[in-house]
């Protein structure tokens, strides 16, 4: 289950991926499509969310940041 950590607002656009960037801010990069190169990224919105370790981050369905526990397999003995 995931949990919203800030509201973005993001409004998506076709063709582009979101996604939280190394500052904790929203970006966007053009996907690649038949042979052609994606595109260069983009801020899309400073949030500086903060991560800790163990939760993915993403952009969900309304635009705003959320997290969830990231599952782990447990190490063979």
Do not use: C, H, W
């Amino acid at each position: 289950m995931a949990e919203k950590v800030t509201k973005a607002g993001v409004k998506r656009e076709k063709g582009y991926l979101y996604y939280l960037d190394k500052q904790g801010d929203v970006s966007r990069a053009k996907m690649a499509r038949g042979g052609k190169k994606g595109g260069k990224p983009e801020k899309v919105n400073k949030v500086g969310v903060a991560r800790e370790e163990g939760f993915l981050y993403f952009i969900d369905k309304e635009g705003d940041v959320s997290r969830a526990k990231m599952a782990r397999r447990k190490k063979k003995k």
